[in-house]
């Protein structure tokens, strides 16, 4: 026999919208990058996804992805925050644009502030994961500055 749900009004909240899930799959990425859990912000991305950063040689691939993240991280790349300005989808694909901001703490103890773009694109695979992020400085960037 049917019985009515007496729950609170909250149970019944609509499915999050894309653009909230992939803002928040961004946040947790920069936190991970942030407190040195390369390998969790590396599982933001398919198996096959693929990183490109400025001055580096793409990275295809999550252990990949992970190893670039750490030889950023080792080169002195923190403090990264990330602020997602747009996203368009439809249906198991999305692309993000947004801006960043991180700091670079240079071997002479210098740190410097960078900000910069990105765009990424996002495939549904069960869970939203990365299929392409690509980023570049809006600024110079610290390896373009004299020392």
């Known amino acids: 026999m049917y019985q009515h749900h007496k729950g609170s009004p909250a149970d ?13 799959q961004t946040q947790d990425f920069a936190t991970s990058f942030n407190t040195g859990n390369y390998d969790h912000a590396a599982r933001v991305f398919a198996d096959d ?4 950063a400025p001055h580096y040689e793409g990275a295809y691939g ?8 750490r030889q950023l991280g080792e080169a002195g790349y923190g403090d990264i925050r990330m602020e997602t300005i747009r996203v368009d989808d ?11 901001s991180l700091m670079v703490r240079r071997a002479d103890g210098a740190v410097i502030p960078e900000r910069g773009k990105y765009v ?5 695979l069960g869970a939203w ?3 392409a992020d690509c980023w ?7 390896s373009d500055r004299a020392a």
Do not use: C, I, Y
């Open 90 to 100: 439809s249906g198991d694909m999305a692309m993000e644009l947004g801006r960043f």
């Open 49 to 52: 996804g693929v990183l490109m």
């Open 12 to 24: 019944f909240r609509p499915l999050r919208d894309v653009a909230s899930q992939l803002r928040d």
């Open 120 to 124: 990424r694109v996002w495939r549904r």
């Open 129 to 131: 994961l990365l299929m």
């Open 62 to 69: 999550q252990k990949h992805v992970e190893r670039l993240l």
């Open 136 to 142: 570049n400085w809006t600024s110079p960037a610290v």
